[in-house]
């Protein structure tokens, strides 16, 4: 009997080597908070979904899974030594852990032991990196979060916001990803950081500093909390009221659907009347009624939480269907799982750890490829993994809390931004910002108007406008008294024109910038402006292309250009003026041609025409009366003659055409000053090699340079009026003369006010406009 049994036994440990068959038991880990708002929810949920997978006969092929769950008690050291606890059970896959700070502790051991870790709420987006290769979620990563809250930002228009956040993982590099974003709308963003158990009295001093600064757009990225601490406290200090804007990320969507109806009623919650909240967009499914049922179901029958399942639930229990199907397909390929000792774990000596029992998972790597290749449709939506180990974007919901409930304003997704309606029923999947929409919000205090998101705190610092402290053309802008630092002029006069229709009060000083001795240079001035030297600059600013690449400015209140100014002389004080149209000859030219015109009328008419006979003294008189009459065409005398005729008409088209020179002429120099100089605008000044001026501190010079290519040695810094008077008598052939100064249109009006000698040559050749500008 014992040869038989034997042979049974070796036969059947040979059929076992050649033909592996699959393990009964397959072991899995998860390391969690029990007791946490995300942890409530999602171990029963894992708890069912292995229940349902082993109940399942489409998958596993008999194999059962298993899973042990360790509490990490929102700790990373607490949670690093429970993983290993898991570990030491030779689990093919951990699922976790909810926190990011722990989930980054956790990928270097699952980088060393090759056991994948599938996380359904640990949403840092750095763990994204290529440095966690075993890391993979089912989450979506708050880069695109941070992305939905930027375009609400932008969507309402707002350039200055306040950031709250719990200064761990997550929340740092949370609100990292969120100024990245804001980088694209040139928003600027105020950070301010809790500690992980921040107490109320930290909360309440950083909620009255964060008062001090002029946004009242209120970002917060924090942890769930179901007391809700910082709407709470933020109520207390009047921070909820009609002038501030909240938004959460979903964070506090998930703290709400913890609760049941009853906490809803509480008045802690009245502290979110207001609030837009972001939510992970689950979207409906039968499979997600059935299985919400079933939740209902089970939870009062054990007398359990009745709340609702919340996004990291779902997705807590699709992560347990995709280790599973990737399991299933594991053991379709190699029916077997192995794991190997750690050479450098079993040298080490012996303590409680027990570090020895430690080993890797030999076919980790394959189950890695699997998971990633995991596709199909849970509880939460699509799994899928994309290039980055996260499951693509389902979007998120925009929701508002409104008399204590929730309503769904719109939604949101990666690549079509707002819309009404769900993503996934969107034909539209191209972003444009003509197809932005969202319902009617009720904000803070029960606005329905959109908030404007700043306000001027009672201990604003003032704005530091800068103005230029002009030494000449001093009507514009100058300081009129360094004791008082009183500053006056035509630009001064706007501005405080304009500030009157500000409908609030905003205190600011003017900063005068130069040395008092000369102009300042405002290139460098504008320079203040971008390095937050000065927070906005006042004065007779030119706007001009280099200079609104790096500050903004207003709209233009003066129209402004070069223009070019040079000696003239005026020629219609004269009382001879009207001998200017023709030269010596000309007129003289033009006598002959009367005297001729009389002689040769007088020849073809006085035979046949008894109008030029009579005494010789008559006929010279209507000889030269007809010759000059028909300049006035008073002549009363006919021309009988067919070849008088002719001469006439020529005659008559002779004297059209002198006539209109002359009328021409006159009306040029009656009405314009006439140069004293070749020049005749900028194109013949460049062409010449005559000296140019230009005012100190104006952008003429870098345009003449840079723009029209004259050499510096060719240009003239002039300071003043009284220099500008002396260059241009001077002249170009003497030391410190010009030819012509080039400069900007209101300067040169308020010079030629008192000049007449010199005057404007051509046309205005830049265009642009004086303009108040900020950063």
């Known amino acids: ?157 707002w350039k200055q916001l306040i950031a709250i956040y719990v200064d761990d993982d997550c929340g740092r590099n949370g609100v990292a990803a969120l100024d990245s974003q804001l980088d694209k709308y040139m928003a600027k963003m105020y950070k301010f950081r809790l500690n992980v158990n921040f107490t109320d009295s930290e909360l309440i001093d950083l909620l009255k500093s964060s008062k001090l600064l002029g946004p009242r757009v209120y970002v917060v990225h924090t942890n769930p909390d179901p007391g809700l601490r910082i709407f709470a406290v933020a109520q207390n200090l009047e921070m909820m009221t009609n002038n501030y804007v909240w938004l959460a990320t979903d964070w506090l969507s998930v703290t709400i659907n913890s609760f049941s109806q009853s906490q809803i009623n509480q008045t802690s919650f009245r502290a979110l009347e207001g609030v837009v909240v972001l939510r992970q967009h689950i979207p409906e499914s039968r499979q997600k009624r059935n299985f919400m049922s079933w939740w209902r179901r089970e939870m009062q029958q054990n007398g359990s939480m009745n709340s609702e399942l919340n996004a990291y639930a779902l997705q807590a229990y699709d992560t347990v269907w995709a280790a599973a199907y990737a399991i299933d ?121 959109t908030p404007r998101g700043w306000v001027i705190a009672d201990n604003e610092r003032p704005l530091r406008i800068g103005v230029p402290k002009r030494t000449s053309f001093v009507d514009f802008v100058t300081e009129l008294r360094s004791s008082s630092h009183e500053i006056v002029g035509y630009c001064i006069d706007v501005f405080l024109e304009a500030r009157k229709l500000v409908p609030y009060e905003v205190p600011f000083k003017f900063e005068p910038f130069g040395d008092g001795r000369s102009n300042p240079n405002y290139n460098e001035l504008i320079r203040m402006v971008e390095e937050d030297v000065f927070d906005a600059v006042v004065g007779d600013i030119a706007i001009v292309t280099n200079r609104t690449k790096i500050v903004d400015f207003s709209q233009p209140y003066a129209a402004t250009g070069l223009v070019v100014v040079a000696p003239i002389h005026n020629s219609k004080g004269s009382a001879w003026v009207f001998l200017k149209p023709f030269t010596v000859d000309m007129w003289c030219a033009t006598a002959a041609s009367f005297v001729m015109i009389a002689v040769v009328i007088w020849i073809l008419e006085h035979r046949v025409n008894d109008e030029f006979r009579g005494p010789p003294r008559r006929q010279l008189v209507t000889m030269f009366m007809f010759s000059f009459s028909t300049l006035f065409k008073t002549n009363q005398e006919t021309i009988v003659s067919p070849l008088g005729r002719m001469v006439m008409v020529v005659w008559l088209f002779l004297l059209m055409v002198v006539t209109a020179s002359y009328t021409a002429n006159l009306t040029s120099i009656l009405t314009l000053q006439q140069l004293s100089s070749p020049i005749t605008g900028i194109e013949s000044l460049v062409a010449s090699n005559w000296p140019i001026g230009y005012q100190v501190g104006s952008f003429a010079f870098g345009y003449l340079s840079e723009s029209l290519y004259i050499p510096p040695y060719r240009l003239v810094s002039l300071k003043s009026p009284q220099e500008y008077e002396r260059a241009l008598r001077l002249g170009p052939n003497n030391v410190g003369g010009v030819a012509a100064i080039v400069d900007e249109l209101p300067y040169v009006e308020l010079f030629l006010a008192n000049q007449t000698e010199f005057g404007i040559i051509g046309n205005q050749f830049t265009r642009a406009g004086w303009g108040f500008k900020i950063v």
């Open 329 to 449: 397909s594991f053991l379709d390929q190699f029916e077997n799982i192995t794991f190997s000792t750690v050479d450098e774990l079993v040298e080490m000596k012996q303590s409680e750890l027990q570090l020895r029992e430690l080993k890797v998972f030999t076919g980790g790597d394959y189950l890695r490829e699997l998971l990633l290749q995991v596709n199909f449709t849970g509880l939460s939506g699509r799994i899928r993994f994309n290039e980055d180990r996260n499951i693509e974007s389902g979007g998120y919901d925009v929701i508002n809390i409104e008399n204590k409930s929730i309503r769904t304003v719109g939604y949101w997704s990666n690549n079509s931004g707002f819309s009404l309606v769900p993503p996934e029923t969107r034909n539209i999947n191209i972003y444009s910002r003509i197809n932005q929409k969202l319902q009617n919000i009720t904000w803070p205090g029960g606005k329905v108007e």
């Open 1 to 157: 009997m014992a040869k038989p049994t034997l042979f049974i036994s070796i036969l059947l440990l040979f059929w076992g080597f050649v033909f592996p068959q699959r393990p009964k038991l397959v072991n899995i880990g998860a390391v969690l908070t029990f007791d946490s708002v995300i942890g409530r929810a999602a171990r029963p949920a894992m708890e069912a979904a292995i229940s349902h997978v082993n109940k399942d006969t489409t998958i596993l092929n008999g194999t059962e899974l298993n899973i042990f769950m360790e509490d990490a008690k929102c700790s990373v050291f607490l949670g690093s030594i429970e993983a290993f606890q898991v570990l030491e059970k030779d689990v093919v896959a951990i699922i976790g852990p909810q926190s990011s700070g722990i989930a980054h502790m956790l990928s270097q051991i699952a980088n060393g032991l090759k056991v994948p870790l599938i996380s359904y709420a640990a949403t840092d987006p750095t763990l994204s990196a290529l440095q966690f290769p075993f890391f993979m979620r089912t989450t979506q990563s708050d880069a695109y979060q941070m992305a939905a809250i930027s375009d609400l930002v932008d969507f309402f228009g």
